[in-house]
T-cell receptor
């Protein structure tokens, strides 16, 4: 099975930088996803990492270390609209390659 | 294409009743997934279709749950004899392969 751990809640100030960590244990790692989910809405895709290193996309970046079973999502220049839940999902190569989600990190951005 | 569509958006039902939800995936996506999400939790996998074939089912999917994708396009998820513990958001996602999962807005089920 898979075990995915991320903090339950984080707070940050508008304009600041925040890093949301995700640690995982899985056999046959085959990719890690980050999704953003606003309350009552669908999760929306942010990033996908399958190799070690940093992937940058605008204000959002995602990092992966496969040897450490660790990823983080970095959000820069925080805006109020970034207040949402951030979901880390890991896919393993066993079975049908279906992502397993962590419980999500609720980010609250204060003015 | 308007993305993944789910209907209804909200459903309130009495305990013991049967309910059915529908998911229309992105048209060129051959893979379709059902997840369930409760408050404060991440989505939990329920079942997966590749075209019309149901290839994987979670042990969360009890005998009261059944899903179909008869023509490899839309899918339905039926819950029989609903229980209060079934109250959750039911999310559908589709993908063209092993990446690019797109979620619908979900159906929120409340069992009273």
């Amino acid at each position: 099975g898979q075990n995915i751990d991320q903090p339950t809640e984080m707070t940050a100030t508008e304009g600041a930088i925040v890093q949301i960590n995700c640690t995982y244990q899985t056999s046959g790692f085959n990719g890690l996803f980050w999704y953003q989910q606003h309350a009552g809405e669908a999760p929306t895709f942010l990033s996908y990492n399958v190799l070690d290193g940093l992937e940058e996309k605008g204000r959002f970046s995602s990092f992966l270390s496969r040897s450490k079973g660790y990823s983080y999502l970095l959000l820069k220049e925080l805006q109020m609209k970034d207040s949402a839940s951030y979901l880390c999902a890991v896919r393993s190569s066993g079975g049908s390659y279906i992502p397993t989600f962590g419980r999500g990190t609720s980010l609250i951005v204060h003015p | 294409d308007t993305g993944v569509s789910q209907n209804p958006r909200h459903k309130i039902t009495k305990r013991g009743q049967n309910v059915t939800f529908r998911c229309d995936p992105i048209s060129e996506h051959n893979r379709l997934y059902w997840y369930r999400q409760t408050l404060g939790q991440g989505p939990e996998f329920l079942t997966y279709f590749q075209n019309e074939a149901q290839l994987e089912k979670s042990r969360l999917l009890s005998d009261r749950f059944s899903a179909e994708r008869p023509k490899g396009s839309f899918s339905t998820l039926e819950i029989q004899r609903t229980e209060q513990g079934d109250s959750a958001m039911y999310l559908c996602a589709s993908s063209p392969g092993q990446a690019g999962y797109t979620f619908g807005s979900g159906t929120r089920l409340t069992v009273v």
